[in-house]
Every structure is written in C-alpha cells, then in structure tokens.
C-alpha cells in the first residue's frame, strides 16, 4: 500500500476514511463531504486504488492511501485477499468511522471494518448496477451471491445509506438491511453555482457550435458511458426516427465504451449518420449549456449525476421512467418521463419538446428549482454530516 501522508498521525481528531474501489470515485462524488469533515476538524483518509485523482486529494487536506482490489474478479480467494488488504490498511489508523461505497468495498469494507474494531461503520448503495438489469443465468447468479454477501456484511453495520427509494425499500423487503438501518440521501449532491446556465461562458458555447458545425440547429443531447443499459439502443432509434421529420434537429452522443462491461456497445454501432458521437469529452458544462433537450432513457440507475447537472443547468429532460432516473424529474413538471426500453415512448416525448419551446423552458426553470430544493450540494453535505454525527 502507499501512503500520501502530509498531517501528523498523533493528532487525537475524529478519523473518518471513505473506502472506493476507485480513486475518481471518491473524487468526483465525496470530494465536498470530505472537504466538509476536514473544514469541521476530522481528520480524513481516502481509501482507494491508485489513479489520477489519487494525489489531488492533499490538496484538500485528505490523506491517500491506496490498496489494492479487482473490480471485475468473482475469483473467492482474490476477493478473501482484498478484505485482508482492508484490513491492513484501515487497522493503523485507529479510525472512529470508515464509510464504504459501491458493492464490493461495502460488502468488504463492513468485513474489515468489523474485524479491525471500527466504531462506527457505513455503507452507501449509489446503485445496483447491471446485474440487476439483465436476466441471463450468469446475472441472476451473481444478484443472488451478492445479496448473501450483502445481509451477511450488512449485519456488522451502523447504517446503510441508500441514494433512492427503490433500492432501499428492496433492501429492507428482502431482509438485506434492517429497516432502523436504512437511510435515504437522495443522491450525492450537484453544485448548483457551478451547473448554473447563467455562469457560463456565452463565447464558449458560440465557438463550440461552431466546431461541432451545428449552427442554429435544435440540439438533443445524451452524456453517458457507451453501454446498452443506458439506453444508447433507443436513443439512436429515436434518432433516426426523428432526423427524418427534423432535418433541424441535431442529435449529439457523449460517452466511451466501457470494455469489459457487460453491457459495452460497441463501436461501430455508434458511428451514425443521424447522431453526432463525441466520444468522452471534458467540456460537458458548455455541451449541456448548448442543448435545447437533454435525454437519458436509461434502464436502471443510483440517482443519474447527468440528470442533476441538466436540471442545474435549467434544461429539459426526457428520461425513463426507472429507478434513479424518476428520482430526478416529476413528469410534466421538469421533463417528461416515458416507458423503459421503448424507443417510440421516447421519440413521442422527444418530439413533444421539440415542437415546444415554451415548454422547454418552462421545464428548464422548473428542474432549476427543484435542483436547488433538494439536490443543491450543501443539503446533502448537511444530511450526511447529521449522520455522522449522530451518537459519537
């Protein structure tokens, strides 16, 4: 393991140490929770694989230290490896909280903590994944071994911290977490003054329609990773479809190829004359600030961080009507939900907004507000901070 160490270790603050299987993770998702315990006095590790956010942590005041883990590998004498590598790494540290996120460090998270005497030990459910989207035998397998996991490693736990109503009240009514354990935080937060259409760089945004030659065209847009979960088989449908009635209309794709993943796409499927395919990009700011709609028709999600940012950004959202997508928009209301895996219910509401500006914008304005009710950054920094504070 290495260690980024920059404080003295004999301080006697609160330690708290937020436990990944990837470093990006922690950075992109818990970065304002832990900058929150480092301003309110606790001293704070990041638990994860080396990657390129690894080192950014010091910046902050979070010390680093990585472990190694396989994010594919179902091989039990790995996995029985992994939780000892836990346990190496958090035992030294004397912690009063070890926090845990996604399945694998949950499940070996809870294991380690356990056996390391850690007071106080948390688990975050930010989603199911793909195993519970398909149903081939493999699938079902799996979904069965992890939930034996789950119930086992769940019994060592303070609390379980879901990110959507579905998935929690699923856990409680099959028995993988007691009911007084559960806990909702909708999502993990999105920082509205940065996702605010208004910030952003009008300049910015004219040059890159003029790059990406778009013009004055009406612009559809889907961010996320290239694999058939996300919906990318309906969106290019729908795409197709509507390119025909709407020769104004561009239709833009931003996102990799997840190899490895069960459900990657691949490659050639994504190259269309009827959708713009972007591949991964680091300017999503001005690209969501350039759409006229934003789409995810995603089957099955935590709570979608794109969602947030397009709410954010005072945009209107055509998505499915899914677990973790529903969480984010209230049909008719800041966008318009359709069915899962149904590529005419998602041209309808697509071109429902298209021959209607004025309900975009209505849209828009309407998931701005409801981003800054309940998903603005500070609430649920606020909520997570009450539950860690909670009987210490």
């Given at each position: 393991?290495?260690?980024?160490?920059?404080?003295?270790?004999?301080?006697?603050?609160?330690?708290?140490?937020?436990?990944?299987?990837?470093?990006?993770?922690?950075?992109?998702?818990?970065?304002?929770?832990?900058?929150?315990?480092?301003?309110?006095?606790?001293?704070?590790?990041?638990?994860?694989?080396?990657?390129?956010?690894?080192?950014?942590?010091?910046?902050?005041?979070?010390?680093?230290?990585?472990?190694?883990?396989?994010?594919?590998?179902?091989?039990?004498?790995?996995?029985?490896?992994?939780?000892?590598?836990?346990?190496?790494?958090?035992?030294?540290?004397?912690?009063?909280?070890?926090?845990?996120?996604?399945?694998?460090?949950?499940?070996?998270?809870?294991?380690?903590?356990?056996?390391?005497?850690?007071?106080?030990?948390?688990?975050?459910?930010?989603?199911?994944?793909?195993?519970?989207?398909?149903?081939?035998?493999?699938?079902?397998?799996?979904?069965?071994?992890?939930?034996?996991?789950?119930?086992?490693?769940?019994?060592?736990?303070?609390?379980?911290?879901?990110?959507?109503?579905?998935?929690?009240?699923?856990?409680?009514?099959?028995?993988?977490?007691?009911?007084?354990?559960?806990?909702?935080?909708?999502?993990?937060?999105?920082?509205?003054?940065?996702?605010?259409?208004?910030?952003?760089?009008?300049?910015?945004?004219?040059?890159?329609?003029?790059?990406?030659?778009?013009?004055?065209?009406?612009?559809?847009?889907?961010?996320?990773?290239?694999?058939?979960?996300?919906?990318?088989?309906?969106?290019?449908?729908?795409?197709?479809y509507l390119s025909q009635k709407y020769p104004n209309v561009k239709f833009l794709y931003v996102g990799d190829t997840d190899e490895g993943n069960l459900s990657c796409a691949n490659k050639e499927f994504l190259i269309s004359s009827n959708v713009i395919w972007l591949g991964h990009r680091n300017d999503i700011l001005e690209l969501t600030a350039l759409c006229d709609i934003y789409v995810l028709p995603s089957y099955r999600e935590g709570v979608p961080r794109t969602l947030l940012e397009a709410a954010s950004m005072s945009k209107a959202i055509i998505t499915t009507n899914a677990i973790g997508c529903r969480e984010v928009v209230n049909n008719n209301f800041?966008?318009?939900?359709?069915?899962?895996?149904?590529?005419?219910?998602?041209?309808?509401?697509?071109?429902?907004?298209?021959?209607?500006?004025?309900?975009?914008?209505?849209?828009?304005?309407?998931?701005?507000?409801?981003?800054?009710?309940?998903?603005?950054?500070?609430?649920?920094?606020?909520?997570?901070?009450?539950?860690?504070?909670?009987?210490?």
């Open positions: 393991m290495e260690y980024v160490l920059f404080r003295n270790m004999e301080e006697k603050s609160m330690r708290v140490a937020f436990l990944s299987h990837i470093d990006i993770n922690l950075y992109l998702f818990r970065l304002p929770i832990m900058i929150e315990l480092v301003n309110k006095g606790y001293e704070v590790f990041a638990i994860c694989p080396k990657g390129e956010k690894f080192y950014e942590f010091k910046k902050y005041g979070i010390t680093a230290i990585s472990y190694k883990i396989s994010r594919k590998s179902l091989n039990p004498f790995k996995e029985l490896k992994t939780i000892r590598n836990i346990y190496k790494t958090i035992k030294p540290l004397n912690l009063d909280i070890l926090h845990s996120f996604t399945a694998k460090p949950n499940i070996y998270g809870s294991i380690a903590g356990h056996f390391a005497k850690v007071p106080k030990i948390l688990n975050t459910v930010t989603g199911m994944g793909s195993f519970y989207i398909q149903n081939t035998k493999k699938a079902k397998t799996i979904r069965t071994v992890i939930e034996k996991l789950y119930k086992e490693a769940n019994k060592k736990v303070n609390g379980v911290i879901f990110q959507n109503s579905d998935d929690m009240n699923y856990f409680i009514e099959k028995k993988l977490v007691s009911k007084k354990n559960a806990i909702l935080i909708k999502s993990s937060g999105i920082d509205s003054l940065k996702y605010d259409i208004e910030r952003v760089s009008k300049e910015r945004v004219d040059d890159l329609k003029n790059k990406l030659d778009i013009g004055d065209s009406l612009v559809v847009l889907m961010v996320a990773r290239a694999i058939w979960d996300k919906g990318i088989k309906e969106y290019y449908e729908s795409a197709n800041n966008g318009i939900l359709v069915k899962v895996k149904d590529s005419n219910s998602l041209s309808l509401g697509i071109e429902k907004l298209i021959l209607d500006e004025d309900l975009r914008h209505k849209m828009g304005k309407n998931g701005r507000i409801k981003v800054l009710n309940e998903f603005d950054v500070k609430i649920v920094v606020k909520e997570y901070m009450e539950v860690y504070e909670k009987n210490i």
